[in-house]
């Protein structure tokens, strides 16, 4: 049986802030809470992303791809983390000739801070929610779409021809998936009536079925599986994961928006590359996979296995699907996603409205 969790009950400052005492310094004592809170969440997906990009990655698609990853650094490679992360900040910062400042130095903040702004809304356990707005589903995808404005900026900033093809392939990119899945979340919101994240989340704790005595939760997977693809294959386009990874392409546009840039600048970059991925993970999880919710382990443990599940799922992608061209990638967001999701829309609406209401 799926545990049933409180969410809306409390948020992480507030409970921070209780343990502490810091309620008994009024607004100041509240602000120490939550800038307290912002930091423990910042820090667990830093982490986690720090794993994945220097770490997982290459374990996974070597495992993928019959080949040896990294094993020479420490147990398992582990620790290629940080020397990796000493490498690549130790290298000189190479600015180039004719670059737009400030706006290329301000570039792979906006990339790497979008995605870090995106958890604030995202429930991951019982009370481990930095806050709880009515509509937290909105507030998170216009956060992760500042994303598209830091592409596009670096793009152009570099003074670079192929940075300037990078950029504007993920304006297109980004424009033509980021409706989709919008519209597709949308059909979320008809089943659960709330832009709530965690009225979302205990929308899907009630049992769907049960099978030999196992409970099937209604997570909106199970309900509705045609939008759960068409969430997920967008959701991998907005991320940038193959087969549509089109603005950095290596063998067309050398690294496409990121050309330019080394040392701290790429590392913010690839940071906010496998953020935004985990983001995109937790979007997926809190909308279809029922968040934190699971049987015996705690919430905070469920909600990181699902999206470690996602990011597994990306890497795989990542070894076994070719990457489209960009005539293609446009032709399949507009001609085939646009139109699939508000077709699904359309009929969640149908049903909802004749079965359910």
Same mark, same amino acid.
């Given at each position: 049986m799926v545990g049933l969790l409180p969410l809306q009950d409390v948020v992480l400052p507030d409970r921070i802030a209780d343990l502490t005492g810091l309620d008994q310094f009024g607004v100041f004592g509240e602000f120490i809470a939550a800038l307290?809170?912002?930091?423990?969440?910042?820090?667990?997906?830093?982490?986690?992303?720090?794993?994945?990009?220097?770490?997982?990655?290459?374990k996974i698609t070597a495992a993928f791809t019959d080949r040896i990853a990294v094993n020479r650094h420490g147990p398992a490679g582990i620790l290629i983390i940080p020397a990796a992360s000493v490498q690549l900040l130790a290298k000189e910062l190479i600015i180039p000739d004719?670059?737009?400042?400030?706006?290329?130095?301000?570039?792979?903040?906006?990339?790497?801070?979008?995605?870090?702004?995106g958890f604030a809304v995202i429930p991951m356990g019982n009370g481990i929610h930095l806050a709880d707005p009515e509509t937290g589903l909105v507030l998170v995808f216009a956060i992760a779409s500042i994303a598209?404005?830091?592409?596009?900026?670096?793009?152009?900033?570099?003074?670079?021809?192929?940075?300037?093809?990078?950029?504007?392939? /993920?304006?297109?990119?980004? %424009? @033509?998936?980021?409706?989709?899945?919008?519209?597709?979340?949308?059909? !979320?919101? #008809?089943?659960? +009536?709330?832009?709530?994240?965690s009225e979302i989340v205990a929308a899907q704790a009630q049992p769907l079925a049960t099978v030999a005595g196992v409970?099937?939760?209604?997570?909106?997977?199970?309900?509705?599986?045609?939008?759960?693809?068409?969430?997920?294959?967008?959701?991998?386009?907005?991320?940038?994961?193959?087969?549509?990874?089109?603005?950095? /392409?290596?063998?067309?546009? %050398? @690294?496409?928006?990121?050309?330019e840039?080394?040392?701290?600048?790429? !590392?913010? #970059?690839?940071? +906010?590359?496998?953020?935004?991925?985990?983001?995109?993970?937790?979007?997926?999880?809190t909308l279809f996979l029922g968040g934190p919710a699971g049987p015996v382990l705690p919430g905070i443990?469920?909600?990181?296995?699902?999206?470690?599940?996602?990011?597994?799922?990306?890497?795989?992608?990542?070894s076994a699907?070719?990457?489209?061209?960009?005539?293609?990638?446009?032709?399949?967001?507009?001609?085939?996603?646009?139109?699939?999701?508000?077709?699904?829309? !359309?009929?969640?609406?149908i049903i909802v409205g004749v079965f359910i209401a």
């Open positions: 307290l809170a912002a930091f423990v969440i910042a820090n667990l997906m830093l982490a986690m992303s720090g794993v994945a990009g220097p770490w997982a990655k290459r004719g670059a737009d400042r400030p706006a290329y130095d301000l570039a792979p903040l906006i990339i790497a801070s979008s995605a870090m702004l598209s404005l830091g592409l596009t900026t670096a793009g152009y900033a570099s003074n670079n021809k192929y940075s300037m093809l990078g950029g504007l392939r /993920a304006v297109a990119q980004n %424009i @033509a998936y980021e409706i989709p899945l919008i519209v597709t979340a949308a059909s !979320v919101v #008809i089943f659960a +009536g709330t832009l709530q994240m409970g099937i939760p209604s997570w909106y997977a199970f309900v509705n599986p045609f939008a759960f693809v068409l969430f997920m294959v967008a959701n991998m386009a907005e991320v940038g994961r193959n087969p549509f990874d089109v603005p950095e /392409a290596p063998t067309e546009i %050398i @690294a496409g928006y990121q050309t840039y080394s040392s701290v600048y790429f !590392v913010l #970059i690839y940071l +906010g590359e496998f953020l935004h991925i985990f983001l995109g993970a937790a979007i997926v999880t443990v469920w909600f990181i296995i699902k999206i470690w599940a996602i990011f597994l799922f990306t890497q795989w992608a990542r699907l070719p990457r489209v061209r960009i005539d293609q990638l446009i032709e399949i967001g507009w001609k085939g996603m646009l139109v699939l999701s508000f077709a699904n829309l !359309v009929l969640t609406a």
